[in-house]
């Protein structure tokens, strides 16, 4: 939000230099962005009159050649490439000499077969507004040919206005406002402030302006005033004009800049609708399926049943607080050169308004303050104010009639005890201070007597504070009026701890160990799209679909909360891939979250004291498991290429290397299996397991995953259960032995569809206290070993703690590992 100091003054009693005010507004908690001081320009800059103006024709772009009136005995020949302007209207034109912003020099020079003595400015270019789309173009009357330009800019020397930006919290709607930053300035600086929407006359209703329907608890309100005859080629005046500029909005016209300028003066979004292209009753209500809409932006939208529509006798005519439709937007004017103008001044559900703005990413500067809530007294108030100003200045007459529909919900007084906020600050206020600055808040309030004998303040609040709601509520305003730099900051004394407790040390040493593989930690967006499972191939019974819905979402589309690691580190991947990655190893430490198959509801506890043991319980029970995993995925080569040799492409071997990895990290040697289980490819899939028990999967990618998905081909994956692993807060030394070990190799031949890791444990099981590893190194398989068989080679290294083992002892272990692989599959010793 970005207010003038001007405009701020009109307000206040006595408006202190920028950088105090923006000191005021950062006491009261809202937050500076930047203070937009005046640019600074130099040399002469006056009020010009385009006289005539010819096109130079046979070049790349319309070029004006202008004679324009700069107060001088002759007029000046300028070029200009805009083309927003006709004779005899008003502009602003830099003199050579000038300077503007940015240390751009003007001179006199010959371009285009011309002498341009002089340039015809936009407010880009006198650094009072964004727009660059053509020339600043004033309102007649504003000036002379030859005045002085600066102090219709706000660029006098003597008197410069200063914009001061500022970000308006998602909890303080009503500062989306000058009426709102006026009240909480007043209330930092101890000011006098005027209220503008009580200067604003509201005539008693005398019928209806349009009939009105509401047929949705969304609209609480909805206000009608119908303005005749105005005049839509009328500019808005120069001073509105200059604040919409000042605010980052473009002037328009006087209707537009009518309802942009109440918008910003009181904070309640209007919307004006050409009255002869609205048919029947106005009714607001949800849209069907399949409904679409044409909004102002010229982009047909089809509609969700949960969008809040305006409608008339022909359909939607605007997506209710985000945008209007094109079907009944402001056009020309009719055979009178007139136009009757219809506005609009409602109050909606902030949470309908933030979901439809969200869904069709639509995002304007009404959906921003309904969805922050608006104050639901201001709409006959606001649509007065713009039935007024449009007869001020574009000459119509306001129709007899004001429809107002529905009504503001009624405020709840809320009692606070009067020394409470002393004793939550643990500061001693002056008398008094708690009654002020609810007043200066806005609300009515009443001292009573308690049944404790003891005083109370009885706030009523108004009705742009909504969130007004309990005790503490009123306690942060009077702390944060008061200043909350006066409250003593006391560190309390912290017990001697124990340190990181045992979890926190395993998730910290697997992401360490991964780190040190070379895997790279990100944080994935933590929500997921129920599309994903589909493109996963899970099943429609696989508990991986069963995810919690976020009410709320960042992300429409994306609002259920993730039941694995790997749909936001796939996305990651990709998004990293299309910025020229290639070879990519990720991977995350987080929770998942994994709803209960029977919910359990969830209590809605008070406030004002500690929850029973029951509703604790029924909390506990209510909420989701929400285990700790690690995954990890991989695209691209492992091993780099260079002039050592060609490289070598991660695999899924790579991925189940990683588990290993993270499992060891962990304290566990996990076991490797065979397994089928989406997305990961059937045949090069694994199983994670401790003992016979599943904690994860690692593998390659299926391929219809990869295509789904838009992955590198063969993207390997792998994903970890840490919660399921044993958690031992013992961390014993490792063994080291002294003496040295023996390697034995054996080859067993075996069925071909007997796994190696399955071998390998027999192995492990026969060799006994003495075997040390046993690591595969090669797969054979040809007629030598016969049809549907293979030929598995393995490192046996065998070490004893005490003593040089004998070539005699390794032997028998190696024998007696081997006998226990041909007893369990039949292997025989090749």
């Known amino acids: 939000m970005r207010v003038s100091q001007s405009w701020l003054a009109e307000l206040l009693d006595d408006v202190p230099p920028a950088d105090e005010t923006a000191e005021a507004f950062v006491r009261v908690g809202l937050e500076i962005e930047d203070v937009h001081r005046a640019p600074e320009l130099t040399g002469p800059l006056v009020v010009g009159r385009v006289l005539e103006f010819e096109v130079l024709t046979g070049l790349k772009k319309p070029i004006r050649w202008c004679q324009v009136d700069v107060g001088e005995l002759a007029p000046r020949g300028i070029i200009c490439g805009a083309g927003n302007f006709a004779a005899g209207e008003l502009v602003v034109v830099a003199l050579p000499g000038a300077v503007l912003p940015g240390g751009f020099a003007i001179s006199a020079r ?140 473009r002037p328009i016209s006087l209707i537009v800049d009518v309802t942009n300028y109440v918008m910003l003066e009181l904070g309640q979004p209007l919307h004006a609708y050409d009255a002869a292209r609205v048919s029947g009753p106005i009714v607001v209500r949800r849209a069907e399926a399949g409904e679409k809409l044409r909004t102002l932006d010229d982009v047909e939208r089809t509609l969700d049943p949960d969008d809040l529509l305006i409608t008339d006798d022909s359909g939607p005519i605007g997506l209710a607080g985000v945008m209007g439709g094109a079907s009944t937007e402001i056009a020309g004017p009719g055979e009178s050169g007139l136009i009757d103008v219809l506005i609009e001044a409602a109050h909606f559900d902030p949470a309908v308004i933030a979901r439809a703005a969200r869904r ?72 008094g201070a708690a009654v002020r600055r609810l007043a200066q808040v806005g609300c009515a309030v009443e001292l009573v007597t308690g049944d404790d004998g003891r005083g109370h303040v009885v706030a009523t609040p108004p009705s742009w504070r909504p969130d007004l709601v309990q005790p503490a509520d009123l306690v942060e305003e009077v702390l944060r009026l008061e200043g909350l730099d006066i409250i003593p900051s006391v560190l309390p004394s912290a017990p001697a701890g124990r340190g990181l407790t045992p979890s926190q040390l395993r998730r910290r040493a697997v992401s360490r160990a991964l780190a040190e593989a070379g895997f790279v930690e990100v944080l994935p967006f933590p929500f997921v799209e129920p599309a994903v499972w589909d493109a996963f191939g899970l099943a429609a019974d696989d508990v991986r679909r069963r995810t919690v819905h976020v009410l709320n979402p960042l992300d429409a589309e994306r609002a259920e909360l993730a039941s694995t690691l790997l749909p936001g580190l796939l996305d990651t991947l990709v ?185 390998a444990d027999a192995l492990g099981a026969g060799g006994g206290e003495l075997l040390e590893d046993v690591r595969l190194f090669d797969v054979y398989t040809g007629e030598q070993v016969g049809t549907g068989r293979r030929s598995l080679a393995f490192t046996l290294r065998f070490r004893a703690p005490d003593r040089t083992l004998t070539s005699e002892e390794a032997n028998a272990a190696r024998d007696s590992a081997v006998a226990v692989a041909a007893e369990r599959y039949a292997a025989t010793l090749r």
């Open 575 to 759: 998004r990293n891939r299309s910025r020229g990655a290639t070879d990519l190893a990720l991977y995350h430490v987080g929770q998942v979250v994994l709803p209960h198959a029977q919910p359990v509801p969830m209590p809605d506890p008070g406030v004002d004291s500690r929850p029973a043991d029951a509703e604790l319980a029924q909390i506990q029970a209510a909420l989701p498991a929400q285990p700790v995993h690690v995954a990890a995925v991989l695209a691209g080569d492992r091993e780099a290429r260079g002039w050592w040799g060609p490289g070598r492409s991660a695999s899924w071997a790579d991925a189940v290397e990683a588990g290993r990895l993270a499992g060891q990290a962990a304290g566990v040697e996990l076991r490797v299996t065979a397994a089928t289980y989406p997305p990961f490819h059937p045949g090069r899939c694994a199983a994670l397991r401790v003992g016979d028990w599943i904690v994860g999967h690692a593998g390659e990618l299926h391929p219809k995953v990869v295509e789904a998905l838009g992955l590198p081909e063969r993207t390997c994956a792998m994903e970890l259960d840490l919660d399921l692993l044993p958690l031992d807060d013992r961390r014993p030394a490792p063994q080291v032995s002294p003496y040295p070990p023996i390697a034995v190799d054996v080859a067993l031949v075996a069925a071909a569809d007997v796994p190696a890791a399955e071998l």
């Open 360 to 431: 069709h990413k639509l995002p304007s500067e009404a959906s921003k303050r309904f969805e922050r809530t608006v104050d639901p007294q201001l709409p006959p108030v606001a649509a007065e104010r713009a039935a007024q100003l449009l007869v001020e200045h574009g000459g119509g007459t306001i129709a007899p009639g004001r429809t107002d529909a529905g009504a503001a919900p009624r405020p709840v007084p809320v009692e606070m005890l009067l020394e409470l906020p002393d004793r939550v600050a643990g500061v001693a206020y002056p008398p």
């Open 110 to 249: 010959k371009t285009y077969g011309h002498v341009s003595d002089g340039m015809i400015a936009s407010a880009r270019e006198l650094g009072i507004g964004a727009d660059h789309a053509g020339i600043l173009v004033l309102p007649p009357g504003t000036a002379e040919p030859g005045d002085d330009a600066r102090p219709l800019l706000g660029l006098a020397p003597d008197d410069p206005d200063t914009v001061i930006e500022l970000n308006v919290t998602p909890d303080r709607g009503y500062c989306f406002a000058v009426r709102g930053l006026a009240r909480e300035l007043a209330a930092s600086l101890d000011a006098g402030y005027t209220d503008p929407a009580a200067r604003v006359a509201v005539p008693p209703a005398s019928g209806d302006a349009w009939p009105v329907e509401l047929a949705d608890r969304g609209c609480a309100r909805f206000v009608a005033r119908r303005v005749d005859g105005v005049d839509p080629t009328a500019p808005a005046p120069w001073w509105m004009q200059r604040r919409l500029l000042a605010a980052g909005m």
